[in-house]
């Protein structure tokens, strides 16, 4: 196969930007996309290909090419999709034989290599995790399936199988989220059908979280770290708009598209409140559902944000932990006694999630009713973790 200059240029140059401005992955390429409008979805795909698998596999890429220079990391990549390198692809590192012929070699790097991730990051997961940090960064590192979530409050799962069909989407019910499809693998959802209101794109492991908070109608709910509301949407389904939903964050960005979701949605049950220092006793003792889905390293998502494990440092992450403890410290006074609170992170790593429901259980004014970590590696969802308590 051959390729297109300008296309190469364009994935190494969005890849260059993620590695030496730790730009993100998503926001460089849909704004190269639409800068660059005559791009066709082969176009498209190429550099998308290209630039996901290259900051994905950056350190395996970089063993094989011997180099860490971007453009050698693109054609070691490029060798792997199979296609011939031209000419014109200038760059410090090995050949393309070389590279093919080294690709055997990988399986006996140290782990970090393989797996592409800093060495911090596969101590830490090690630590933490002990054998099973082997097969959960594995399945941290293959593509992300895109999962859907039905709109139960204008539609079924399966209608809504039906009218996806209908517009040539192919999906499937998965198993143990009742309201999640996957979309066929390959496929995209074409714009017009994300704003439709019947269906919006969430992970299935995200989807479970909303139902380990079991929303009732009629109830008083808060969802506390709301950001754009997808959650705070599927409980509104959830509780069929009957009751309040209380969307809270500090980016007022965020909650301005919450508030269009919500509309788009039909979740009239939902309002928005930009968290303030006084927000915990302001609403003081009214929830009769709080889910903290708290700030969190994010490394249950690396398959769908692979930059992120090159943006992520240690001082970060102690910095996340700090505030996931100030959260349980303060705004469970927003919860009735006898009110069921939801910690949740999108982390596998104990430190943000059993760890810290345990600082909570230590004072004594909370029941712990069941924990669960969702692992990338037993479900093939993005990883999560979230536990049940109930205020005494």
């Known amino acids: 196969m ?12 969005i890849a260059k930007s993620v590695f030496r401005e730790f730009k993100v992955l998503d926001h460089e390429l849909a704004a190269a996309f639409e800068e660059n409008p005559k791009w066709g979805k082969r176009d498209r795909g190429f550099i998308a290909e290209t630039v996901f698998e290259v900051v994905r596999w950056r350190r395996s890429l970089g063993f094989l090419v011997d180099s860490e220079e971007t453009t ?4 070691a990549q490029w060798v792997r999709m199979g296609y011939e390198l031209p000419e014109w692809w ?75 069909a209908k517009e040539g989407v192919d999906t499937s019910p998965v198993e143990g989220a009742p309201d999640a499809l996957m979309l066929a693998p390959g496929r995209a959802l074409p714009k017009p059908l994300r704003y439709d209101g019947r269906i919006e794109i969430q992970d299935a492991g995200s989807q479970l979280i909303a139902g380990m908070v079991d929303p009732q109608p009629g109830e008083r709910v808060i969802d506390a770290c709301s950001g754009a509301g997808g959650k705070a949407l599927h409980l509104a389904a959830l509780m069929e708009n009957q009751g309040r939903i209380y969307g809270m964050d500090v980016d007022g960005k ?17 309002t928005t409140r930009l968290i303030t220092e006084t927000m915990a006793d302001d609403f003081g003792a009214i929830a009769d559902r709080l889910l903290i889905d708290a700030p969190c390293s994010g490394i249950g998502t690396l398959k769908r944000q692979p930059d992120l494990k090159w943006r992520l440092k240690p001082a970060a992450l102690e910095r996340v932990r700090t505030i996931q403890a100030e959260l349980l410290r303060e705004y469970p006074k927003m919860l009735k006694p006898g009110g069921r609170l939801v910690y949740a992170t999108c982390s596998v790593l104990p430190s943000e ?17 069941e924990d669960r970590s969702i692992s990338p590696a037993e479900l093939g969802f993005d990883g999560f973790y979230g536990a049940v308590l109930v205020k005494k």
């Open 2 to 13: 051959k390729m297109h200059r300008i296309l190469a240029e364009a994935a190494s140059t």
């Open 353 to 369: 999630n059993r760890r810290q429901v345990d600082k909570l259980l230590a004072g004594g004014n909370f029941e712990l009713m």
């Open 72 to 75: 050698a990391l693109c054609a």
């Open 254 to 270: 965020k909650l301005k598209e919450l508030e269009k979701r919500a509309t788009r949605a039909g979740a009239k049950c939902v």
């Open 90 to 164: 200038k760059y410090n590192g090995r050949s393309a034989e070389e590279i093919t012929a080294r690709q055997d070699l990988l399986a006996d790097q140290p782990r970090a290599v393989r797996e592409s991730i800093p060495d911090w990051l596969d101590q830490l997961g090690s630590s933490e995790l002990g054998d099973a940090w082997d097969a959960e960064i594995s399945a941290l590192n293959e593509r992300a399936a895109v999962y859907l979530r039905v709109n139960t409050l204008k539609t079924t799962r399966d209608k809504a199988i039906e009218w996806l």
